[in-house]
């Protein structure tokens, strides 16, 4: 597929969505564009480009089932409170101080799985406390780059101030340049600016789903390459470098994973940590790679947090991306961050 096939397929507009902006009925599942294009455009259902600015309009219909079934999902024991379309859970009536029971914390992960990012207010946890919660749900990973809180190594602690400004305000998934990156992060707030600063998830599950099945056949057979020098390599002492290449060299992960405990396609790659795809020209490369990456942007596929002090967010880091609001400069904004290992994406 060449760069100038992309950018005409991503402008194509099919009977279909004609018909859909008209107002008649249509099926997600059947809102594929014509065959007569053989790349075929981004979108599915039900959405059209209507401009040249590649901007999508209309309805994205296949989320609808999937809202349907969280809106109406109960729990034995805490409520939840849907924030986005089909993603974000509002966890309540749950004290993450206390030493949960197995039955919780199944449950727990089982509403992670549904939402795929669980929040939780007034929770003012200790560092040790934290920890003990979030090896409940795995091992725990110890970042390379980024500085760990005093004497615990397993939280990140991310201090971001007038002297230290925050980079994370683009959408990514945490570590995707390890061999095994994280399953998922438990993030506690310790302090929030007044205004802003705000985290935004992405579902990736409806993202891909949301896909034209001309896409989804083009780039369920591709693998990306990821690399922590897309983002970390000013990090790395100059005397240090050689000796974190060799501990960690560039991974390369198939563009489109599988769930490993709900089953789902989840769209993986992102503009952070993703050099190029293999196997296909570099411009075409990275012109698919933005044309996918850009499709996070809709709000419709979207969650916002606003942080207060103890705070936390649980999300689960294979099925979604998150993008922080760097809005508040020259206020501060504290948190700590620890990570569970998961699994090599298949």
């Known amino acids: 597929m060449s760069t100038k096939t992309i950018k005409e397929a991503t402008k194509n507009t099919s009977k279909k969505d004609a018909d859909n902006k008209n107002g008649n009925s249509v099926n997600a599942k059947d809102n594929s564009s014509d065959k007569d294009d053989a790349d075929g455009p ?9 401009n040249d600015y590649g901007v999508a309009v209309g309805p994205i219909t296949h989320i609808r089932e999937e809202r349907e079934q969280l809106l109406s999902a109960k729990w034995n024991n805490f409520s939840v409170q849907l924030m986005g379309a089909t993603i974000g859970g509002l966890v309540s009536n749950i004290d993450l101080r206390e030493e949960l029971s197995d039955e ?4 727990l992960r089982s509403a992670l799985l549904a939402y795929k990012v669980l ?15 979030a090896k409940r749900f ?10 760990g809180a005093e004497g615990v190594p397993e939280l990140v602690r991310f201090e971001k101030s007038a002297e230290m400004g925050g980079y994370e305000n683009g959408w990514h998934s945490d570590v995707t340049w390890r061999e095994v990156p994280s399953m998922g992060a438990i993030l506690h707030n310790i302090e929030a600016p007044a205004v802003g600063g705000d985290t935004h998830f992405a579902d990736m599950c409806a993202i891909y789903d949301g896909l034209s099945d001309e896409m989804k056949e083009r780039i369920d057979s591709l693998y990306a390459v990821h690399d922590y020098i897309q983002a970390f390599a000013v990090l790395v002492p100059e005397d240090k470098k050689e000796e974190m290449r060799k501990q960690y060299p560039p991974v390369t992960h198939p563009v489109v994973r599988t769930h490993p405990e709900t089953g789902r396609k989840i769209l993986y790659l992102n503009r952070f940590f993703v050099s190029h795809i293999e196997g296909i020209p570099k411009e075409e490369s ?11 942007d809709y709000q419709e596929y979207q969650c916002h947090f606003k942080w207060e002090k103890d705070s936390i967010a649980f999300w689960d880091n294979r099925a979604v991306q998150h993008y922080a609001s760097s809005d508040y400069w020259p206020e501060v904004r504290i948190g ?7 699994d090599r994406p298949v």
């Open 42 to 50: 981004i979108l599915g259902s039900g959405r059209s480009y209507f």
């Open 336 to 342: 700590e961050r620890a990570s569970i290992i998961g």
């Open 286 to 296: 990275t012109e698919l790679i933005d044309a996918l990456c850009r499709e996070a």
């Open 104 to 107: 919780i914390i199944a449950e």
């Open 119 to 133: 929040f939780f207010r007034d929770q003012p946890i200790s560092s040790e406390q934290h920890v003990a919660f």
């Open 138 to 147: 795995g091992e725990l990973e110890v970042h390379p780059f980024l500085p």
